[in-house]
């Protein structure tokens, strides 16, 4: 029976040809697994619409020695001559080698098999030069085979020395087409979509699924490359089957079940490895001189703004160096290995970026991609169509900042928006998932902080985001409050979000999504005034409910959250808390087991009530500014 490719379990990067080496085996065992191995590689099948001649022919040879090795085992030689055993082991190389290459088809682009066709024909040819060689040196009459199988040695080796170096003028031509094509995107040519069909066609790339996979396989293949030229390559590759999955299959919806690898928002990571201000998994942690750990990208666009505080403590900052944190980066990195989570350093997401930005043809695609996206959704009367298209966008948003610049310069912030809140008539019933996706998106847009600005002033994108947050699935409301915390970076916008009622909505999601609503609570009371203050009475018991079942990094925002009410909102706002039955002994708890942040909230926290009990609340602001300035160790009496 022919192995499909699934017979191959997905491999990320090719072995290095030292990789394979003589195995240290008896000289039994060397030809039961030179049989094993022979046999597999006859029972594969070619896998691709490319290449067929070739890989055939390989197969067909490597069957025919299956029947050496077969007779060796059915009339043992006592021993082998030192000749003997070089072919064997040189002979497992080689076959290595094959299966190898037949690995590579199995879990690899069409698309990069076929732009290296040429080089795959003359590896091919390789490969059976390598068998000649060792089939001319192989000592056959010392074998003591029978005679069939020494006439087929005989003609294999025939075979084999006869075999000349083959490219498919088939594969070849429907190459260059592809060159052309990309030639033609490179200098702003739409490309011809019945071209395009053809060529996806031949390449059996015939919908969504399949070029989605295609994607993946490309986007793993970047990584494969060594040298700047071939990643250039393969991210015009990209493009180009990005392009083409919309313009001639549809945007598509997100699988049910992955084909390979899971995404990190799919997995439940460590609070400690998530950057505070965009709740994302860290790919380069940096401390500030306060001694906060967060993602550089954060913190950078955070600085750039014009803030000068920490974002977590609100000290000023000594100076904006940003220091590694390589012990956290590579304890995040071993947990994504384990957790077979992809982990890009951000080296890594700047080089792939850095490289479409120098690559013109990927940039065009990327442009063409975002224009017929925008037309789709701008004329769509099918809620079905929008859902797609909206998806769509969203991956794009998530690539790179130039997808997520061309997104916002082809005009799709408006039909974001509009979708979100549901209001244009062709969108009414918007699935709550398209909703998110429309949330999502936004977010990666806030990432430019000229967008985040202009979305902030939109009260309908405030409105469709607290909305979402309050009646969405989990997995929207996470969408939405992480893109309400990347708008509360703008201060601006904080009063909207506080008008907005994004302050209750967090309280209510506090018993669902803690970690989440927490920080909103906390950024947004402490950008807000007084009226965030103000509406932050109300989830004052919710908070201390937080403080006693939350995990660390939601005990460290509640503490800090509920230190500011108390420090801003008077007596009455410390009455409240201070009548939540122990309390007291819940911030001694955390003094002794909370994060250092934690402990020093806690510890402001206390004194505030307990000056609040003895009657010297008349200054809750100078007690606040004595305790978090303080270099001494707090001791408060029982």
């Given at each position: 029976?022919?192995?499909?490719?699934?017979?191959?379990?997905?491999?990320?990067?090719?072995?290095?040809?030292?990789?394979?080496?003589?195995?240290?085996?008896?000289?039994h065992k060397l030809i039961q697994s030179l049989l094993l191995l022979s046999q597999e590689i006859s029972s594969l099948q070619p896998v691709r619409p490319l290449l067929k001649r070739n890989s055939c022919s390989i197969i067909r040879k490597v069957k025919l020695i299956a029947v050496l090795f077969e007779e060796l085992l059915r009339n043992p030689v006592t021993c082998f001559s030192p000749s003997a055993v070089l072919c064997f082991e040189e002979l497992y190389i080689v076959l290595q080698r094959v299966k190898a290459l037949f690995e590579d088809w199995s879990n690899g682009?069409?698309?990069?098999?076929?732009?290296?066709?040429?080089?795959?024909?003359?590896?091919?040819?390789?490969?059976?030069?390598?068998?000649?060689?060792?089939?001319?040196?192989?000592?056959?009459?010392?074998?003591?085979?029978?005679?069939?199988?020494?006439?087929?040695?005989?003609?294999?080796?025939?075979?084999?020395?006869?075999?000349?170096?083959?490219?498919?003028?088939?594969?070849?031509?429907?190459?260059?087409?592809?060159?052309?094509?990309?030639?033609?995107?490179?200098?702003?040519?739409?490309?011809?979509?019945?071209?395009?069909?053809?060529?996806?066609?031949?390449?059996?790339?015939?919908?969504?699924?399949?070029?989605?996979?295609?994607i993946e396989s490309l986007e793993d293949e970047v990584q494969n490359q060594t040298d700047e030229k071939s990643k250039s390559d393969v991210i015009a590759l990209i493009g180009l089957v990005r392009y083409s999955k919309c313009v001639?299959?549809?945007?598509?919806?997100?699988?049910?079940?992955?084909?390979?690898?899971?995404?990190?928002?799919?997995?439940?990571?460590?609070?400690?490895?998530?950057?505070?201000?965009?709740?994302?998994?860290?790919?380069?942690?940096?401390?500030?001189?306060?001694?906060?750990?967060?993602?550089?990208?954060?913190?950078?666009?955070?600085?750039?703004?014009?803030?000068?505080?920490?974002?977590?403590?609100?000290?000023?900052?000594?100076?904006?160096?940003?220091?590694?944190?390589?012990?956290?980066?590579?304890?995040?990195?071993?947990?994504?290995?384990?957790?077979?989570?992809?982990?890009?350093?951000?080296?890594?997401?700047?080089?792939?970026?850095?490289?479409?930005?120098?690559?013109?043809?990927?940039?065009?695609?990327?442009?063409?991609?975002?224009?017929?996206?925008?037309?789709?959704?701008?004329?769509?009367?099918?809620?079905?169509?929008?859902?797609?298209?909206?998806h769509e966008l969203r991956a794009l948003a998530k690539s790179d900042s130039d997808s997520r610049a061309c997104i916002a310069e082809a005009g799709a912030l408006p039909l974001l928006v509009k979708f979100l809140g549901s209001e244009h008539p062709n969108l009414q019933g918007a699935t709550w998932e398209a909703k998110g996706n429309a949330a999502a998106t936004i977010f990666s847009l806030t990432g430019v902080h000229a967008y985040r600005k202009k979305l902030g002033r939109k009260t309908r994108v405030i409105k469709g985001l607290t909305d979402l947050a309050k009646d969405g699935p989990a997995c929207s409301k996470r969408d939405a409050l992480v893109a309400i915390l990347s708008l509360a970076g703008d201060r601006e916008t904080v009063g909207k979000l506080v008008e907005g009622g994004v302050v209750e909505m967090a309280g209510e999601l506090l018993d669902e999504l803690p970690e989440e609503a927490v920080t909103v609570l906390e950024v947004v009371v402490k950008r807000g005034g007084l009226v965030a203050i103000a509406a932050a009475y109300q989830v004052i018991r919710k908070l201390a409910?937080?403080?006693?079942?939350?995990?660390?990094?939601?005990?460290?925002?509640?503490?800090?959250?509920?230190?500011?009410?108390?420090?801003?909102?008077?007596?009455?706002?410390?009455?409240?808390?201070?009548?939540?039955?122990?309390?007291?002994?819940?911030?001694?708890?955390?003094?002794?087991?909370?994060?250092?942040?934690?402990?020093?909230?806690?510890?402001?926290?206390?004194?505030?009530?307990?000056?609040?009990?003895?009657?010297?609340?008349?200054?809750?602001?100078?007690?606040?500014l004595s305790i978090s300035t303080s270099p001494t160790r707090i001791v408060l009496p029982a």
């Open positions: 029976m022919a192995v499909s490719p699934q017979a191959f379990l997905p491999r990320k990067r090719r072995p290095p040809a030292g990789s394979f080496v003589s195995p240290n085996f008896s000289d682009s069409k698309m990069w098999l076929l732009m290296q066709s040429e080089s795959l024909s003359n590896t091919f040819h390789e490969l059976t030069v390598d068998l000649s060689t060792l089939l001319d040196i192989f000592p056959v009459k010392d074998m003591n085979l029978n005679e069939d199988v020494e006439e087929l040695v005989i003609l294999i080796k025939k075979q084999c020395s006869e075999t000349k170096n083959y490219l498919d003028p088939i594969d070849d031509n429907l190459r260059r087409e592809v060159l052309k094509m990309l030639d033609r995107i490179k200098r702003e040519i739409v490309p011809d979509h019945s071209k395009l069909a053809e060529i996806f066609d031949r390449l059996q790339l015939e919908d969504s699924t399949s070029c989605r996979d295609e001639l299959y549809g945007a598509s919806t997100p699988r049910t079940t992955r084909r390979r690898r899971k995404s990190a928002a799919e997995a439940s990571y460590p609070p400690d490895f998530r950057c505070p201000i965009s709740l994302d998994l860290m790919r380069d942690p940096v401390v500030i001189s306060t001694g906060q750990t967060y993602d550089r990208a954060s913190i950078s666009l955070w600085i750039e703004s014009g803030h000068n505080t920490c974002p977590k403590t609100g000290q000023p900052l000594a100076h904006t160096d940003l220091i590694p944190n390589i012990a956290l980066k590579n304890l995040i990195a071993m947990w994504c290995r384990e957790q077979r989570i992809p982990f890009e350093t951000a080296e890594a997401s700047d080089r792939k970026t850095n490289g479409a930005l120098t690559n013109k043809t990927a940039l065009e695609a990327t442009k063409m991609t975002v224009s017929f996206l925008v037309n789709k959704l701008t004329a769509s009367q099918s809620m079905e169509t929008a859902n797609r298209v909206v409910g937080v403080l006693r079942e939350g995990t660390d990094r939601a005990r460290e925002s509640a503490t800090a959250t509920l230190v500011n009410i108390c420090r801003k909102g008077g007596s009455e706002t410390v009455a409240e808390l201070a009548a939540i039955p122990g309390i007291e002994r819940v911030l001694w708890e955390i003094m002794g087991m909370g994060t250092g942040r934690a402990r020093r909230k806690a510890a402001s926290l206390l004194r505030i009530l307990r000056r609040w009990a003895a009657g010297l609340d008349g200054d809750l602001t100078a007690a606040y």
